[in-house]
């Protein structure tokens, strides 16, 4: 039997019921690969026991940060900020033989879809997905706060050793067309990335305004760009598929307890690649 490339994201395992989704989640063959597109959790102990876990039981199984991960909360004992803690992310990933955006990609060609290039990214936002009517970061940020619609991030996201959260995303921006130029160019793309690379996929949102926090306008055409198959990813919360000139866009987060549990239970990773799309 060969095997599947799935994805989910979004795991939250602070939430003890999630944890118990963890705890029970297997794989339909020994040679499935599980992409996780971020926020696994906060804590350093909590990612590493989740990553740990799931590697035990998938032939592969590749990491792109979430925001929550890059949060430093107090009761963490490992303090790390900003890049550094990135940084400790990625050597805790490799010491699991878990891939992250900083290593090679794969390539799946274990089943149907194959082969594809598997791009886990990191790319942070800018704040270009803007309120309308709002000319820049500073105007944006005020009708956040005057709605009463702000990220924890502004808390708890440090971007140490950067200036801003926005000077980060452009350095990974620039990183990561270094890397996916490196890439085989004969081949099509998986994209992960934990925030949508297109605004589209926000514009449905309960609280517009969070979508500030969603990603950033200089990766909408990435999906062309970079060839690829389908692109996944997380934040939102909001589990659909959405396209965008003819990419399947897949959001696979599972979600808090008091969202997944209206719609009668978590559901578990999605298949990313399908016969019938390749």
Same mark, same amino acid.
């Given at each position: 039997?060969?095997?599947?490339?799935?994805?989910?994201?979004?795991?939250?395992?602070? =939430?003890?019921?999630?944890? &118990?989704?963890?705890?029970?989640?297997?794989?339909?063959?020994?040679?499935?690969?599980?992409?996780?597109?971020?926020?696994?959790?906060?804590?350093?102990? +909590? /990612?590493?026991?989740? %990553?740990?876990?799931?590697?035990?039981?998938? #032939?592969? $199984?590749?990491?792109?940060?979430?925001?929550?991960?890059?949060?430093?909360?107090?009761?963490?004992?490992?303090?790390?900020?900003? !890049?550094?803690?990135? @940084?400790?992310?990625?050597?805790?990933?490799?010491?699991?033989?878990?891939?992250?955006?900083?290593?090679?990609?794969?390539?799946?060609?274990?089943?149907?879809?194959? *082969?594809?290039?598997?791009?886990? %990214?990191?790319?942070?936002?800018?704040?270009?997905? @803007?309120?309308?009517?709002?000319?820049?970061?500073?105007?944006?940020?005020?009708?956040?706060?005057?709605?009463?619609?702000?990220?924890?991030?502004?808390?708890?996201?440090?971007?140490?050793?950067? *200036?801003?959260?926005?000077?980060?995303? !452009?350095?990974?921006?620039?990183? &990561?067309?270094?890397?996916?130029?490196?890439?085989?160019?004969? %081949?099509? &793309?998986?994209? $992960?990335?934990? =925030?949508?690379? $297109?605004?589209?996929?926000?514009?449905?949102?309960?609280?517009?305004?969070?979508?500030?926090?969603?990603?950033?306008?200089? &990766? #909408? +055409?990435?999906?062309?760009?970079?060839?690829?198959?389908?692109? /996944? =990813?997380?934040?939102?919360?909001?589990?659909?598929?959405?396209?965008?000139?003819?990419?399947?866009?897949?959001? $696979?987060? %599972?979600?808090? *307890?008091?969202?997944?549990?209206?719609?009668?239970?978590?559901?578990?990773?999605? @298949?990313?690649?399908?016969?019938?799309?390749?």
């Amino acid at each position: 039997m060969s095997g599947t490339l799935f994805a989910i994201s979004d795991l939250h395992v602070g =939430y003890p019921a999630n944890r &118990t989704v963890v705890e029970e989640l297997m794989p339909e063959s020994p040679d499935d690969w599980l992409i996780v597109a971020g926020d696994v959790s906060e804590r350093f102990a +909590d /990612i590493e026991w989740v %990553l740990a876990t799931l590697r035990e039981r998938y #032939a592969k $199984v590749i990491w792109a940060p979430g925001n929550h991960e890059l949060w430093t909360p107090k009761d963490d004992p490992v303090q790390l900020r900003g !890049e550094e803690r990135y @940084r400790g992310l990625v050597d805790l990933c490799r010491g699991l033989d878990v891939l992250t955006p900083e290593d090679e990609y794969a390539v799946w060609d274990g089943g149907p879809g194959g *082969p594809v290039t598997v791009a886990p %990214l990191f790319l942070l936002y800018d704040y270009t997905f @803007r309120p309308a009517g709002t000319a820049d970061k500073t105007e944006a940020l005020a009708v956040a706060y005057e709605s009463g619609v702000v990220c924890a991030d502004e808390v708890l996201l440090h971007h140490d050793p950067y *200036p801003s959260r926005e000077a980060w995303c !452009e350095v990974r921006i620039a990183e &990561t067309e270094r890397l996916l130029a490196r890439r085989d160019p004969a %081949l099509p &793309t998986v994209l $992960v990335n934990h =925030y949508p690379l $297109v605004r589209e996929p926000t514009r449905i949102l309960r609280y517009p305004e969070f979508a500030l926090w969603c990603g950033t306008e200089r &990766t #909408a +055409d990435w999906h062309l760009r970079y060839n690829a198959a389908a692109m /996944i =990813y997380g934040h939102l919360h909001i589990p659909r598929v959405t396209w965008a000139d003819g990419v399947r866009f897949e959001e $696979v987060s %599972l979600g808090y *307890p008091r969202e997944w549990t209206p719609r009668g239970g978590p559901h578990g990773p999605r @298949r990313v690649l399908r016969a019938e799309e390749r």
